[in-house]
């Protein structure tokens, strides 16, 4: 992960060596936000808690801060991280357990399924010896009886195993689903994008799908880079990549309430929290996209000045909204504006 997806620029000396104290507070404080912004994930009320003091701890730094200063600061993060860290601990005993728990189930419950079944073809298999030994019409006469009642046991045996059934069945097919939600869970977990270190596009579309779910009113912007293709064809992709963190670190620095994803190919996805105003969210993100960033790169021995610029899509997203309107404005917009396609990884 670069250092500038944590929303923290930094200075440098004509020597290129930090500057001291004040390049040494920013680098502090982009280790505070850093372990805010990548520990994992526990309870949401318990991370956004962590998080705001985290970033409290963080804003309290300044130039002037005194060596003492900066060591209650680290003291705060570790203990703030500890009471965490203990909550989580918990947390996450609690779901291996109920993952067991839900393993167990479906166990139990294709063995009860094969049991019953052993059960009835048992009962058939009775009748079936009892009609083959009978030989005169007497013992016809007696099979009939006895047939009845084995046909009425099995008939109850029947019922039951049907009701049962659907009760074990009903209960698997929850645990089921509750098991595909924590196995997606993880699969976001696993869609960190490797070059701005920023969540990833499978993590956008988890997000936005779970507020509509939820019937929260929310913005969603989404902002493309503008001439990438052509800072790619030119320069190569190491250089666009460059880019694309400088890009990244400028939208972290100016957007506010929101959490920022990278979307497909030279776009990035901005979700705002439903608190924040649609209004208020339209105007930071319009403002965000405004923002004019230089980038200096060193080709064949030259120094190259780029300037990044954006293009911006932004959507009022309702609780009545299908998700899959909102990822395909999405990407016609990204699509119109030079973007890669929706498939494009970088």
Partial sequence: ?????????GSETS???PSMPSQFIEYLQILIRGIALHTLEGE?????????????????????????DLLVAIGKTLRALEEYNRRAAVIFKGQVEELRGMLSTMTATVM?????SETSVKQLSVIEARLQRANSLEDTRQLKASMADCLTLVRHESQ?????SRTKINKLKGDVERLTVRLKAASIDDSQDLVTGLPGRIAAEEAIEAKITAGKDFVA?????????????????AVGDEILVTGAHALAQKLTGTTLYRWSGPAFAAVFDPAVNGAQAELRAKQAAATRVEKNIDVDDRSILIVITYSCHVQRVTGKTAADAVMKSMDAFMG???GASPNAKG
Avoid: H
């Fill in 1 to 9: 992960m670069d250092i500038t997806t944590l929303g923290i620029g």
């Fill in 44 to 68: 949401p009320d318990d991370l956004k808690q962590l998080q705001q003091n985290l970033s409290a701890i963080a804003e309290s730094l300044t130039n002037e801060s005194a060596p003492d």
């Fill in 112 to 116: 009860f399924i094969t049991s019953s």
């Fill in 160 to 164: 039951r195993l049907q009701a049962e």
């Fill in 336 to 338: 119109a504006n030079g």
């Fill in 15 to 17: 020597d290129g060596g």
């Fill in 221 to 237: 912007a989404l902002f493309v880079l503008d001439r990438m293709a052509s800072i790619n064809g030119r320069f190569g992709r």
